[in-house]
Structures are given as C-alpha cells and as structure tokens.
C-alpha cells in the first residue's frame, strides 16, 4: 500500500497469511500473479523490493519455499527475450528473487535444439519448456 506521504508501506494483509501459513504448515506457496499482492505499477521498484521482502520473510519465518508468478512483459514475449529481466515491470524483481526461469512454447527445430530438446521431435509435440537462463 502507498500512504499520504507516497512510501510504500506493509500492510495487516501479511500478517493474515502469516497467521495461516503458520498453522497450516505448507512445504509450497504460490502467489499468482505477483503484480495483484503489491501497491501497483506507480513505484515499480520499490514496489517489488518490498514486495519480495514480505514474500522472503514469510518463506523463512515458515521454512517453506514462496514460489511466486511474475508474467513476461509484452516485448519479451513477442520477441522470446531470454535472460532474468524479461519479466514485466522493473528490474527489482529478478534482482531480489533467488532463481529466475521463463515458459515459452517451443515452436520450431531450431528452439528445441537451443533447450536441449532433440530435434526428431516435432515442435507441435512440445506443448512448453523452460528456457534456461
């Protein structure tokens, strides 16, 4: 959340699912999308440090993974941009996140080789791969 004087902020939103993390004991969180959990696109940055603070803190407060989606921007997408910054908004959050990976259909021979896919298998057969980064 933004307050009157423009910072970001935590908000009791966290604490909730402290609360019930803490109780119900899980092995794996997943928050998707990440963009819906933070104070919105005004301060990306910032928004996304803080934004993984809240989740890294919660993984070690509950010794569990926070496995969180961040969707790849429209450029990247459309041009299968490969690297940790594809993702849509700032930089921060690749910087902050401890393990980057990216989801595109693999689509032609040439795609398949590069992810190490052997090129007898026709790209309509693979529905996606990770690409590594």
Same mark, same amino acid.
């Given at each position: 959340? &933004?307050?009157?004087?423009?910072? &970001? ?12 993390? #803490? ?6 969180? &997943? ?7 933070? *104070?919105?696109? #005004? ?12 989740? #890294? @803190?919660?993984?070690?407060?509950? @010794? ?8 790849? /921007?429209?450029? *990247?997408? %459309?041009?299968?941009? %490969?690297?940790?910054?594809? /993702?849509? /908004?700032? @930089? ?11 989801f595109y259909?693999?689509?032609? @021979?040439?795609?398949? #080789?590069?992810? /190490?896919?052997?090129?007898? &298998? ?5 529905y ?6």
């Amino acid at each position: 959340m &933004i307050n009157k004087n423009g910072q &970001i902020v935590q908000t009791a939103f966290s604490n909730v699912i402290d609360q019930i993390m #803490r109780k119900v004991k899980p092995s794996l969180v &997943i928050v998707d999308p990440l963009s819906a959990y933070g *104070a919105g696109e #005004r301060l990306i940055n910032d928004n996304e440090v803080a934004l993984s603070g809240v989740l #890294r @803190t919660l993984a070690e407060r509950n @010794t569990c993974c926070v496995l969180f989606i961040h969707h790849v /921007g429209q450029v *990247a997408a %459309e041009r299968k941009k %490969e690297g940790q910054y594809a /993702g849509r /908004g700032g @930089t921060a959050v690749a910087d902050n996140s401890r393990m980057s990976a990216l989801f595109y259909p693999v689509e032609t @021979t040439d795609e398949a #080789r590069h992810i /190490g896919l052997p090129a007898t &298998i026709p790209p309509e057969q693979v529905y996606g791969a990770m690409w590594p980064l």
